[in-house]
């Protein structure tokens, strides 16, 4: 499965490859737009010197950790967006299902944006400016958490674009609100947790993972205490969380597709 | 003139028909809008004045701007690029009107909709939940001013941004630009108010800020007296100059379509 998952993505590459100058544009692009918006952050804290008591330094690693797992999900899970809506409009959701392969698979396969890679360059330097201010003690557990939970974040950013396109069994097309909790979650994050109100920090921690995706792990590495009680151990739950939840939106595609009725045009 | 009062009022329509489109635009604005409410309500603290906004005014922009986002304040929409690209420009311009005026009319009934309505709803759940501000009647009238300039300032800057497209196959790179520039220098994404003295005085000089920034300061009533009539004429300033911009850009795609062949 995933010798044929590299062959239909690494025909995907060479074919965005073959327009250079756009690529690398548009991975320019990329870097620039998300890399503006950390400035915006980091003008705002030049005028007030703390948010909740984090520091500039400590909202790059709240920034880093989403923003790396969430172009990592826009890189590999672009399928499930708008190739997939067209599928629906159009009706060609019917050969995905005539194929002696798994449909889930091949949407996921249908998709591959490596130029998301600038936005990921971008987070992974804000990541590098938080390591470079912090006074972290390192252990081996510290440095095994940061790849764990960049991968966790990716799957929660996963499980919440499958849920999205799913819901396109039912609408035909993709529910703009799905943005709120994709995009929107991706901003949530970029702040603590702890300044939210008790609705979004029950709702982003227990019904939509997305807290999950960076709260706890800053938590951890920082050596803070959440002021509602959140433990910092709660990090290592984190892959067990991304895992149910991406698990919970698969149930959910497969009752998607037992519901599919064809365009019909 | 008769014409174009129609076109925007089909368009008026036509974004009304689209009900699930706008509840779910509102519910993301309102959504990022809590999100950026929070934020403030924290950085702020224990309260104060921060380069001369309290916590109320920043909360009130924050929600100002989610409110602004449909009518062209935030980013641009790539409507008149694509059908560049398709080829289907062609019918549009073969068709016994201005082109400017077809497509701005198609604009304004839109904007007008997006405003009235998801605007209005944005901010109201602004006001009920995070106590956004009410203007004063006073600058409520003003308000209406600065926001039907903008429009006009901001259409015409989205116009020679989709015309590009005449020139480059592929104008994503140009419109993602464009894009970032006006998010940044308008105050879209931040207040003016908060930007070091150097960058805000650049962003002073361009002609983004007539597009949400301004509008938004009205509002808020932080413009009274000379400064007000000052910043209604910097904006119709910029609604002229970047009209006579846009049309300048428009002759000379004509030319390149009529040496295409068409």
């Given amino acids: ?265 | 003139m008769r014409l174009y009062y129609e076109i925007a009022l089909r368009s008026f329509r036509r974004a009304a028909t689209y009900r699930s489109a706008y509840i779910a635009g509102l519910l993301t604005n309102a959504f990022f809008g809590a999100v950026l409410s929070f934020v403030y309500l924290g950085i702020y603290g224990a309260g104060g004045s921060v380069a001369g906004l309290s916590v109320h005014d920043a909360v009130s922009y924050v929600w100002i701007m989610q409110s602004l986002i449909s009518i062209g304040s935030g980013w641009l929409s790539g409507e008149i690029m694509q059908t560049i690209r398709s080829g289907d420009v062609v019918a549009e311009l073969s068709r016994p009107w201005s082109f400017y005026g077809y497509w701005m009319s198609r604009a304004i009934g839109e904007r007008a909709f997006n405003l009235l309505i998801r605007g209005s709803l944005t901010y109201l759940i602004g006001f009920l939940y995070f106590d956004a501000r009410l203007p004063t009647s006073d600058d409520a009238l003003a308000f209406t001013a600065a926001i039907i300039l903008a429009i006009v300032v901001s259409f015409a800057y989205s116009f020679a941004v989709n015309l590009s497209a005449f020139w480059l196959i592929d104008s994503t790179g140009v419109m993602l630009i464009a894009n970032i520039t006006l998010g940044f220098f308008s105050g879209f994404l931040l207040p003016l108010a908060f930007f070091p003295p150097a960058l805000a005085a650049v962003a002073r000089a361009l002609p983004f800020q007539a597009m949400a920034g301004l509008p938004a300061q009205v509002f808020l009533g932080q413009l009274k007296g000379a400064a007000l009539l000052w910043a209604l004429l910097l904006q119709a300033f910029w609604a002229v100059a970047l009209t006579a911009l846009a049309l300048v850009v428009q002759r000379a795609a004509m030319r390149k379509v009529v040496i295409q062949g068409g």
Avoid at chain 1, 10 to 31: D, P, T, V
Avoid at chain 1, 159 to 179: D, H, Q, R, S, Y
Avoid at chain 1, 180 to 202: D, E, H, Q
């Fill in chain 1, 1 to 265: 499965m995933w010798s044929l998952y590299w062959r239909l993505v690494g025909a995907r590459i060479r074919a965005q490859m073959q327009y250079k100058l756009s690529f690398w544009l548009e991975l320019l692009g990329f870097a620039l737009t998300t890399g503006l918006e950390f400035s915006v952050v980091a003008i705002l804290f030049t005028r007030f010197p703390s948010l909740g008591g984090w520091h500039i330094a400590e909202i790059a690693l709240l920034y880093g950790l989403t923003e790396t797992s969430f172009s990592l999900t826009e890189m590999i899970g672009r399928g499930f967006d708008a190739p997939f809506e067209i599928m629906m409009q159009r009706g060609t959701f019917d050969t995905v299902l005539t194929r002696p392969l798994d449909g889930f698979f091949q949407v996921l396969a249908s998709e591959f944006q490596l130029r998301r890679l600038g936005r990921t360059a971008q987070a992974l330097a804000v990541l590098g400016f938080a390591f470079s201010q912090l006074p972290i003690s390192w252990t081996p557990a510290k440095l095994l958490l940061i790849p764990l939970s960049v991968l966790s974040g990716t799957v929660i950013y996963m499980g919440l674009f499958i849920i999205g396109a799913t819901i396109c069994f039912w609408t035909i097309k993709a529910p703009e609100v799905i943005n709120a909790f994709t995009f929107g979650g991706n901003a949530l994050a970029s702040y603590p947790l702890s300044i939210y109100n008790r609705l979004i920090r029950t709702v982003f921690l227990f019904i939509i993972p997305v807290a999950f995706v960076n709260y706890p792990t800053a938590l951890l590495l920082l050596g803070r205490s959440d002021p509602y009680g959140l433990p910092a151990w709660s990090a290592w739950a984190a892959p067990l969380v991304a895992l149910i939840f991406v698990s919970i939106a698969r149930g959910f595609w497969h009752i998607g597709v037992s519901k599919y009725t064809s365009a019909g045009s």
